[in-house]
């Protein structure tokens, strides 16, 4: 499965420039947030993600209306919560991708039927993986755009890593007020680095 993931990244040259419309009209955009989405392609590949991960989730055959309209609301919430990055301490960018990150692996996870069609989309999984040390298991989002990243979340837990140079492997880290966090899969295995304490070994779990 790892192999997959590898694959399925976009590797483009840099100083790559593209024109990539999101789902939305630019020509409406009403916050810094849809602004900076409509100026970064790899801000408008996230946009596209969630559209339709979110597309997929309200016409998939497991809906039905309470559920759907709980779904409508949550994403106007996390739609009010992106256009909030302005305020975050981080650069808009960051925070903007991040949220995108956020709301796939939340799509993922909470909607079996966004999952039904991952040939024509950039996320995979969750993957879960157990690590030595550590008393729950990590949950891995992987949303393999230009600029790949990782949402990793355990216990009440939760960071979006991006991914970086490597030897081997896919590796993806981030610098939080508390310290750098590293992710770094090799096959089935991983590494995962916390400003706790030392890396941990780490093994993904079967999933259903």
Known sequence: MRLSILAFAVCLPAGAAWALDPSFDCAAAESSAEEAVCANPALAELDLEVSRLYDLAVDGPSMY????????????????????????????ERCVAESYA????????GYADSRGDDDAGTALGPFAYRCDGLDALVSAVFVNTTDSL???????NAVVLARV???SGARFAQDYADGRFEFWTQGDEA????????????VEEPTG
Do not use: H, Y
Request: charged fraction near 30%.
């Open 150 to 156: 990782v949402s990793l979340r355990w216990r009440d």
């Open 191 to 202: 590494s995962f680095q916390t400003p706790a304490g030392g890396a941990l070994s780490c």
């Open 165 to 167: 140079p490597s030897g």
């Open 102 to 109: 956020m709301r796939i692996d939340e799509l993922r996870t």
């Open 65 to 92: 209306q309470a559920r759907l309209n709980e779904l409508r609301a949550i994403q106007r919430g996390w739609v009010k919560g992106r256009d909030d990055c302005w305020k975050a301490s981080v650069p808009l």
